[in-house]
């Protein structure tokens, strides 16, 4: 394992209350990033950060916001949950070294009723 | 927009047969790509990634790699019924090595 914890693990929330998903790792890695996987469009970045305090919008982030104050988390915020927001997010860590290669967390599943 | 495209499936092999996975990849300035097996439920795991032209091999898996093409595939010989997964091609932006597009993924079923 990479160790990569995220939490919760599963969650149901209702529209318009706000969600944050925590992201928790040991390696030390500069790069974290937010993916979410959905039916039909596989993996798709939401944010990612390249240091504490320092972070950067990916393909897919509208409605989400993040923060990471310490090297070791990166919490993602959805500010007011949407049906269209429930999916399955996955941290990653990685991104220097092997290629480049990321490694990922064992994912968030959100349903937002 | 940079796209990565594979061959949707779902794909069928008998056990022991070679099962090819093909993706194409739409930003030409693309150094490395991925390939990652996911299992239903799970997260995505690295099988290997390539950046250099031709065949890269680990164990039973092959990677193939033709920048000219902007193709990058996947073979799995000897394929087992535990090889049943989804498998999902993934190429490094260009303009961050750091940021990878992922294809939707192909899901590959071994039958025994």
């Known amino acids: 394992d990479a160790g990569i914890t995220q939490s919760p693990r599963h969650k149901v929330t209702e529209t318009g209350t706000p969600v944050t998903l925590r992201c928790h790792q040991t390696?030390?890695?500069?790069?974290m990033y937010w993916y979410r996987q959905d039916p039909g469009h596989g993996l798709r970045l939401i944010h990612y950060s390249y240091g504490v305090k320092d972070t950067d919008k990916g393909e897919v982030s509208d409605g989400y916001s993040v923060s990471r104050s310490k090297t070791e988390d990166f919490l993602l915020t959805l500010e007011s949950a949407t049906s269209s927001q429930t999916s399955v997010y996955f941290c990653?860590?990685?991104?220097?070294?092997?290629?480049?290669?990321?490694?990922f967390g064992e994912g968030s599943w959100l349903t937002v009723v | 927009q940079k796209e990565v495209e594979q061959n949707s499936g779902p794909l069928s092999v008998p056990e022991g047969a070679i099962a090819s996975l093909n993706c194409t990849y739409s930003d030409r300035g693309s150094q490395s790509f991925f390939w990652y097996r996911q299992y239903s439920g799970k997260s995505p795991e690295l099988i290997m990634f390539i950046y250099s032209n031709g065949d890269k091999e680990d164990g039973r898996f092959t990677a193939q790699l033709n920048k000219a093409s902007q193709y990058v595939s996947l073979l799995i010989r000897d394929s087992q019924p535990s090889d049943s997964a989804t498998y999902l091609c993934a190429a490094a932006s260009s303009g961050s090595a750091r940021q990878l597009t992922f294809g939707s993924g192909t899901q590959l079923t071994v039958l025994p």
């Open positions: 990653a860590i990685g991104g220097t070294g092997n290629g480049n290669t990321i490694y």
């Open positions: 390696e030390n890695h500069r790069y």
